[in-house]
């Protein structure tokens, strides 16, 4: 008749054909590998000392901004700082000298920001 007529075969023996079946009485025979890594813990993140966190109006067409000055930290480091900010509070930004100035009022926000990187005090003024 057609393909459904191989009733009268036998299955095959067992659940299926495991290839490794004969590896896994070897698995005392292998070497030892390495120790595991011993877990490390995370230092405390190391930022400034201090910063000063200010909202400007003047020189800036009376539109509102957030200083964050007294950082002391490298030019190239600032500017990570200052990507991480304007992500954590969506908000643009820009390095100014030695300073970060953050679009709108961010000083109610910022400071747990800073304190999250690293920073031991936080001065808003």
Known sequence: MG???KKDEAPPPGPFNNPFAALSAQREALPVGPPPPAPREKPEPK???RAVVRMERKGRGG???TV???LGLPAAQLDTWLKAL???LGCGGVVEEDALVLQGDQRERLPALLEARGVRRVTVG
């Open 3 to 5: 393909k459904r007529d």
């Open 47 to 49: 930022g400034p000392a």
């Open 63 to 65: 539109k509102e901004v």
């Open 68 to 70: 964050v000055e007294q």
């Open 86 to 88: 304007k992500n954590g």
